[in-house]
């Protein structure tokens, strides 16, 4: 993988067994142009209302509340979505003719779990339903339904559209399986924590790619591959745990992506000890606390913005830390937001991490937060390298 960085300096230290890696990542400010800005904009807000509905899981008044939305981000002439045993809705052109063979149409992904492209016969000329793209819908690895979407052509961008919008139902589906299983507390916490990545973040990013599609169209797709990237990670379905490695390397293409808006305003020095990076880590336990560093320690602040990450092996244990030199926050209030008294204004982020921990390792492995108002933040973390149960396998 190529990074985009001007400076890369790798020092071995002679009788130190660990790595200096130190990154001053170049990028360029947000160049926003209206036009990009709106499409972003439409794009989120399309995908916003098309939610809810599906919040209550795969129902008939759901999925017809959420069609002609779902149709909107696909752009096709019609879409059909089915459960297991029958059809929910068909939203578009042809409803009239082709609405009562979808169920058929879904079939055979409904058996086996596969897209299916298929030929659509229509005797009527001025149709527009002319093939079919039919994705699987899944929950915890189950084939519930289906989504089909429909237009003249099955080409290859309508079935990335289809897979890409059926991939965001089914997170939206999860949800809702979620709230039926409050039980499965651990579980339900790390499927939040996918689900709530920071919209802000998404929108940034999206609207910050955008701006070089004019100006600079290589580093506008090696962005979008970024991003690609970075999402496919957070949102995988399998795992509650990971390697360190496979988290820094998330971290690295969240970093990337907000060093491309921030330009070199944003600083970032890695201090990463090449024997901990096997050791398994609770899945998405790092990028939050990076996240939080970047919108609420550093997005508000004036001038060069800087944060260190750090692993450290310690014997039978790896300290990893997380500091900015950001805006800080006050101690009593960040006791209460660990403490779950008071919810963060930005979501799940430090205390669904400190949870999480505490959960797996026990309470004396739960985050250490050092704090105050304007003197910046830093997030301890000490993970045993080996603990019964944990496994990124």
């Known amino acids: 993988m190529e990074y985009l960085v001007d400076v890369v300096v790798v020092a ?93 149409h879904a079939a055979a992904t409904l058996k086996d779990g596969r897209t299916q492209v298929l030929t659509i016969d229509c005797d009527l000329l001025e149709c527009p339903v002319r093939h ?42 999860e949800l809702a399986e979620l709230d039926r299983s409050r039980t499965l507390l651990m579980e339900a916490e790390v499927r939040a924590l996918r689900a709530q990545i920071s919209p802000h973040f998404i929108y940034n990013s999206l609207t910050t790619i955008a701006s070089f599609v004019r100006t600079d169209p290589e580093r506008a797709r090696e962005l979008l591959l970024e991003f690609a990237d970075f999402t496919r990670y957070s949102f995988r379905r399998h795992g509650e745990f990971t390697t360190l490695a496979e988290e820094l390397r998330s971290i690295d293409r969240y970093l990337i992506l907000e060093r491309a808006r921030f330009g070199d305003q944003l600083q970032v020095t890695l201090r990463i000890a ?98 105050a108002g304007g003197a910046g933040t830093k997030v301890n973390i000490r993970l045993p390298k080996y603990h019964p149960g944990v496994s990124a396998r």
């Not at 990154?23 to 947000?30: L, S």
């Not at 084939?143 to 089909?148: F, Y």
């Not at 014997?315 to 006791?335: H, K, Y």
Request: contains cysteine.
């Open 12 to 104: 071995v230290l002679v009788g130190v067994p660990s790595i200096v890696l130190w990154r001053v990542m170049r990028g360029r400010r947000e160049l926003g142009t209206s036009p990009a800005e709106r499409a972003t904009f439409e794009t989120l807000h399309t995908a916003s209302m098309a939610g809810p509905p599906l919040r209550a899981g795969l129902t008939a008044d759901g999925a017809e509340r959420a069609s002609r939305h779902l149709r909107a981000l696909l752009g096709s002439a019609a879409v059909a979505i089915t459960d297991g045993e029958r059809l929910l809705v068909y939203d578009g052109a042809g409803d009239d003719h082709h609405a009562d063979q979808a169920f058929e």
């Open 132 to 173: 079919a793209v039919v994705v699987p819908l899944t929950t915890d690895d189950r084939v519930v339904g289906a989504l089909a979407a429909y237009g003249q052509n099955a080409s290859a961008g309508l079935v990335r559209a289809a897979q890409e919008v059926a991939g965001w139902v089914d997170s939206q589906l």
């Open 274 to 371: 090449p024997e901990v990076l096997p050791v398994a880590v609770p899945f998405l336990c790092l990028q939050p606390l990076v996240e939080n560093a970047v919108r609420h320690g550093l997005e508000s602040k004036n001038g060069v913005g800087r944060i260190t990450i750090i692993a450290e092996d310690a014997g039978a244990e790896c300290r990893i830390s997380v500091e900015d030199d950001g805006l800080g926050m006050d101690p009593e209030r960040l006791r209460r937001i660990l403490a779950g008294d008071i919810a963060p204004a930005g979501g799940v982020g430090l205390a669904n991490v400190d949870e999480r921990l505490r959960q797996v390792y026990g309470d004396e492995y739960g985050l250490v937060v050092e704090t």
